[in-house]
């Protein structure tokens, strides 16, 4: 008899399982759904329109996703109930969502079925940014010491500034809640019936650390009298560390998932934070980007150091015995996906399919002619603000230098550099701060899907790059967390580290940087790196402002 771990990962557009051998990391099988209703940004499902820089999730898409990929993962793979030995689960984050003390989502009552704030807070939720910026004054303001471990600032994509909004615009929903939960926490307790934390989330998202907890209730009251005891009373689940097991499938979920009860289930964990053990890392100075519609960017170190901008560092945060860091890209397929749908003329479709490719390939492929430079454009990574290391969600998109003559792949490829080149600035805002990076390692969609763009990337960066081993990287590292939680007593692994060694990968490809076309890119990253901080660090905050007039202008045409 075989021995499995399934990997479910929840990303922003669709949920996906995968089944793997423990031995070798060998993936069986592979099962993928779309959320049914997407990400929310307009409007609810019962019409109710949203405001700007919202993005909600309806919880009932995670619940279908387990209910559908995970017995089709074990029909198509043939492996026997029996033989899965534990199940791992990443999130996207900050995810989190309202829940009763039995954990239903308060979005599932009906008396909150048309009230925004009931349901999911999916990470890119920005409407909270002004909860954030106050949230960042009191802080710095009062000399709060954590407040370094994440760069100087909290994002409005972090938990606190989420729960602020509710508190201050749906007070009935804050009342009515008994936890604000993590997703990837919600899902795990659907599963095994067991409330849990996971104390990656808790320390990035929730300003939650190992040896001080969470910030003083003092600092939450300086936000508001009414949140003084907001950890006390909306937070309070226990905090479970990675690859603990939670408990086992719970006879319900058995049923609806083809699971045995009692499969052991590991603690929740971030889709970026879990991915590090999927490659084999397991030690410090590798840092893996995680591509797709953003990039979360992941590094271990032997010693904390205070590094600006980022989005926390967290001791055991991604393996126990090292200070994780995390910083991240809020936007880098979501660019690629807005220009396909936005500004690509209709010819281009139809060529594309006379070429049989889709319309991002088709784009690739004329990008890539183009010589670094030949374009004569040079944009800005903020279509959906910046996460690292100017930490401000209120920053917008720019593109310069286009011309009557300027073609849509111009524009692709230079959206395509622009992030290459953010991803230099969180590089060197690392290394100027003490904590060196020797080798850097990509996974997920685009770094599986298009060498072109990796290849751009190593000449921006100058590092040679490594490819994740599996085309569903995410979702193999959490079956990794499913092996641990198992235990060795169980058929798993009893350290993180011994199952990373088994079952994580790397492709034997690696993207060597031209010396050329690095030359040129200095250049330009040299221009970028003006133009970021005369926008990004308060010389002109004409983006800002312009900003301001469309949420007053639409705020009119509501009234």
Sequence with gaps: MGKYAIGVDFGTLSGRTVLVDIANGAELATSILDYPHGVMSDALPGGRTLGVDWALQHPQDYLDVLESTVPEALRSSGVKPEEIVGVGIDFTACT???VTEDGTPLCFLEEFEDEPHAYVKLWKHHAAQPYANRLNEIAAARG???LA????????EWLIPKIWQIFAEAPEIYARMAHFVECADW???MLTGAPSRNACLAGYKAMWSKREGYPPSDFFEALDPGLRDVTRQKLSIPIRTQGECVGGICPEMARRTGLNAGTPVATGNVDAHVSVAGVGITGPGKMLAIMGTSTCHMLMSEREHDVPGICGCVEDGILPGFFGYEAGQPCVGDHFAWLAHNAVPERYFAEAAQ?????HAY???LAEKLEPGESGLLALDWWNGNRSVLVDADLTGMMLGMTLQTKAEEMYRALVEATAYGTRMIIENFETHGVPIEQFIAAGGIADKSPWAMQVYADVIRKP???SGSAHGTALSAAVFGAVAAGARRGGFDSIAEAAAAMGKLRDVEYSPDPARAAVYDALYAEFKALHDYFGRGVNDVMKRLKQMR?????????
């Design 187 to 189: 899902v795990v307790w």
């Design 144 to 146: 709060e010491p954590w």
């Design 149 to 156: 471990r994440y760069g100087g600032k909290i994002s409005s």
């Design 465 to 467: 790059i490594r490819i």
């Design 551 to 559: 949420i007053h202008a639409l705020s009119s045409r509501e009234r």
């Design 363 to 365: 784009l690739q492929r």
């Design 96 to 98: 989190p969502l309202p």
């Design 355 to 359: 070429a049989g490719l889709d319309i």
